[in-house]
């Protein structure tokens, strides 16, 4: 960081002695005006800045030749110029090019700094995703053109949160190979510490597709912290079918350690394939039906026997709602049965579904233990993922471009203030 630390105090000096030595007129409007102004200022001089220490990172006597890709010698041709967007704006620097007799041309520095000639520096099409993995592309667009000097088309912030989306594919594809590697499990599982108790929430949710509406499935690893505040998620999402996403769900929970947790605990809804994959999956964990989903049966039947909202539906929810939690369920399915004649189909559903899960109904178990039994976490996971910004109006995706966006969205929503999807760890 000396470097850094040099630059800033000269930069502070020089702007100090700057200002103070001015002895013409200098009159704003306002501290608005003069941040303007100086934000225009500092920009121009970020372009000077990074243009010379790219300049600088290059060799002073460039190599006669480089390595080229056929095998063969690349000869210096001259000095180059080329253009990268950067969050200050568009930044031009000077670099040794060489070609080689086959046809192909090469710039070293480029390769070494990762610059994509007459593209978006790394840096910038992070805070372009960053922005759309939160707004729709055109809302980006138009915010960051007030924050940055560089104009981003909603095509080019599509373009970066897509790229945001290829690099989590490829992260993920990595690891869906280490975690069936039964070497790399072993070496893994020796450097990481089991965690006491982990949870793993899956679901699925509806996006607007180009051709109608389609499934993604979801999954988040989590933590409860002292407070039993859900903490430490870890948001995964695709649009693949169940088998390839319970290899998703794997090599995540393998990531992450969850295989190696001294208690995990599976939380979901009453979909089928949840269960039957969370058993073949993770036999020994707890599994547990989301108790505000099973709520949300009683919510059903109270709505049709009493009318939505009215006083009698509220007392009959909260009445049940108890016999659920206490975990009194020949009771609860007795009570739906007596409802049956005002309300058939949420009476016959909310029976059906407490038979079948009757056993990952146990609440007044898994609460003696200390779990939790619906966080909440899954729903809000969805609603983050999908509502949030995948339904946002008007939109229609194709199949790609919503499995890309997603996966972007949930490295965001799992890193939040760390987001940097294009420098993901990668399984060796
Ligand atoms: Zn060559």
Same mark, same amino acid.
């Given at each position: 960081?000396?470097?850094?630390?040099?630059?800033?105090?000269?930069?502070? $000096?020089a702007a100090?002695?700057l200002?103070?030595?001015y002895?013409?007129?200098?009159?704003?409007?306002?501290?608005?005006?003069?941040?303007?102004v100086?934000?225009?200022?500092?920009h121009a001089?970020?372009?000077?800045?990074?243009?010379?220490?790219?300049?600088?990172?290059? *060799?002073?006597?460039?190599?006669?030749?480089v390595?080229?890709?056929?095998?063969?010698?690349?000869?210096?041709v001259?000095?180059r110029?080329?253009?990268?967007l950067?969050?200050?704006?568009?930044?031009?620097?000077?670099?040794?090019?060489y070609?080689?007799?086959?046809?192909?041309?090469?710039?070293?520095?480029?390769?070494?700094?990762?610059?994509?000639?007459?593209?978006?520096?790394?840096?910038?099409?992070?805070i372009?995703a960053?922005?759309g993995?939160?707004?729709?592309?055109?809302?980006?667009?138009?915010?960051?053109?007030?924050?940055?000097?560089?104009?981003?088309?909603?095509?080019?912030?599509?373009a $970066?949160c897509?790229?945001?989306?290829?690099?989590v594919?490829s992260?993920?594809?990595?690891?869906?190979?280490?975690?069936?590697?039964?070497?790399?499990?072993?070496?893994?599982?020796?450097?990481?510490?089991?965690?006491e108790?982990?949870?793993?929430?899956?679901?699925?949710?509806?996006?607007?597709?180009?051709?109608?509406?389609?499934?993604?499935?979801?999954?988040?690893?989590w933590?409860?912290?002292?407070?039993?505040?859900?903490?430490?998620?870890?948001?995964?999402v695709?649009t693949?079918?169940?088998?390839e996403?319970?290899?998703?769900?794997?090599?995540? $929970?393998?990531?992450? /350690?969850a295989?190696l947790?001294?208690?995990?605990?599976?939380?979901g809804?009453?979909?089928?394939?949840?269960?039957?994959?969370?058993?073949?999956?993770?036999?020994?964990?707890?599994?547990?039906?989301?108790?505000?989903?099973?709520?949300?049966?009683l919510?059903?039947?109270?709505?049709?026997?009493?009318?939505?909202?009215?006083?009698?539906?509220?007392?009959?929810?909260?009445?049940?709602?108890?016999?659920?939690?206490? /975990?009194?369920?020949?009771?609860?399915?007795?009570?739906?049965?007596?409802?049956?004649p005002?309300? *058939?189909?949420?009476?016959a559903?909310?029976?059906?579904?407490?038979a079948?899960?009757?056993?990952?109904?146990?609440? *007044?178990?898994?609460?003696?233990?200390?779990l939790?039994? /619906?966080?909440?976490?899954?729903?809000?996971?969805?609603?983050?993922?999908?509502?949030?910004?995948?339904?946002?109006?008007?939109?229609?995706?194709?199949?790609?471009?919503?499995?890309?966006?997603?996966?972007?969205r949930?490295?965001?929503?799992?890193?939040?203030?760390?987001?940097s999807?294009?420098?993901?760890?990668?399984? $060796?």
């Amino acid at each position: 960081m000396e470097f850094s630390a040099y630059l800033q105090a000269g930069l502070e $000096a020089a702007a100090e002695t700057l200002m103070r030595g001015y002895e013409g007129e200098r009159r704003a409007g306002s501290l608005a005006d003069m941040e303007q102004v100086v934000q225009g200022i500092l920009h121009a001089v970020g372009r000077c800045m990074v243009k010379e220490w790219v300049e600088a990172e290059a *060799p002073k006597y460039p190599d006669e030749t480089v390595v080229c890709g056929c095998g063969k010698q690349a000869k210096y041709v001259r000095q180059r110029e080329a253009v990268s967007l950067t969050l200050h704006g568009k930044t031009s620097y000077r670099r040794a090019y060489y070609v080689c007799e086959c046809g192909q041309g090469q710039c070293p520095l480029d390769k070494r700094l990762g610059i994509e000639p007459g593209q978006m520096s790394v840096e910038l099409q992070t805070i372009a995703a960053l922005f759309g993995v939160q707004e729709a592309y055109a809302t980006s667009s138009t915010t960051l053109a007030r924050l940055l000097p560089v104009e981003l088309s909603p095509n080019s912030i599509r373009a $970066a949160c897509q790229s945001a989306g290829e690099t989590v594919l490829s992260a993920e594809a990595a690891l869906l190979s280490a975690s069936t590697d039964l070497h790399q499990q072993t070496a893994t599982q020796r450097g990481q510490v089991p965690v006491e108790r982990m949870y793993l929430s899956v679901d699925g949710f509806q996006a607007p597709f180009e051709d109608g509406w389609h499934e993604l499935k979801a999954g988040v690893l989590w933590r409860a912290d002292a407070n039993q505040k859900a903490c430490d998620q870890h948001y995964f999402v695709d649009t693949a079918t169940i088998d390839e996403f319970a290899n998703l769900v794997w090599a995540k $929970a393998w990531e992450h /350690g969850a295989d190696l947790a001294k208690q995990l605990v599976v939380l979901g809804d009453g979909s089928v394939w949840i269960w039957k994959m969370a058993k073949r999956l993770f036999p020994k964990a707890i599994h547990i039906v989301d108790a505000f989903h099973a709520a949300s049966y009683l919510g059903k039947i109270a709505a049709d026997a009493f009318g939505e909202g009215t006083p009698q539906a509220l007392t009959w929810f909260n009445q049940h709602k108890s016999l659920l939690l206490e /975990g009194h369920l020949a009771q609860l399915m007795h009570a739906c049965h007596t409802l049956r004649p005002q309300a *058939p189909a949420a009476a016959a559903a909310a029976r059906r579904y407490f038979a079948n899960n009757r056993t990952r109904l146990r609440y *007044p178990k898994y609460r003696a233990l200390g779990l939790q039994i /619906g966080s909440g976490v899954m729903e809000s996971a969805c609603k983050q993922l999908g509502l949030q910004r995948l339904k946002l109006a008007g939109a229609r995706w194709s199949k790609e471009g919503a499995r890309k966006l997603a996966k972007a969205r949930a490295v965001f929503l799992s890193d939040k203030g760390n987001f940097s999807p294009f420098t993901l760890p990668q399984v $060796a």
